[in-house]
């Protein structure tokens, strides 16, 4: 079942009266395949216009599409031999931000991400990808491994902000989140960051400082959540 979005209904209403043309089709009853062609062909123009004139709560919708992929697909398709490594080594695993070693197209790198979670239990396990100090202690440590042994940082930013609450503020979240930009600017190896999703404020920025910031077309990358903004003003 495709999830779509509330400004894609006429596409959403095509795309079933696709489905249920090719049900009649299938019986063999009568021939509707020209019909079928000209609603599909209709429906990619649809889709075409209508993404390439978002307005920017659209494409903010769009960066947080409930079937957008996550880290983990994205290890799943581009990287072998992930080895994730965990903990910060100081307090806990913070498992919003998931990294380890791995090889993509050949080259040994430390990749490191934000991991939202697919489904309710992974989401509350994963803390929607709002990570904690911790989170971001741990991609330091996981940076200076990777300076260390040579290898080039890959990220995969995909949070809507670093998490605000009181016990993360009490162990020192900002701080955190300054030592792992700086961390960043201090690699002596490659790092290239992607915006894949939402890159929310310094949530993000704590693992984007990099030589080279790539962004997905549809992807956002902010200051502050449009939430927390509107909560402000």
Known sequence: MITFLDFEKPIAELEARVAELRETASSGAIDIDQEIERLEAKSARLLKDTYARLTPWQKAQVARHPERPHFKDYVAGLAEDFLPLAGDRAFADDQAIVGGLARIDGRRVMLIGHEKGSDTASRLRHNFGMAKPEGYRKA?????????????????????????????????????????TEQCLALGVPMVATIV???????AVAIASANRVLMFEHAIYSVISPEGCASIL
């Open 197 to 203: 999703g939402e890159g929310g404020s310094g949530g």
């Open 140 to 180: 330091i440590r996981l940076m200076q491994l990777a300076d260390r042994f040579g290898l080039p940082v890959v990220t995969l930013v995909d949070t809507p902000g670093a998490f605000p609450g009181v016990q993360a503020e009490e162990r020192g979240q900002a701080e955190a989140i300054a030592r792992a």
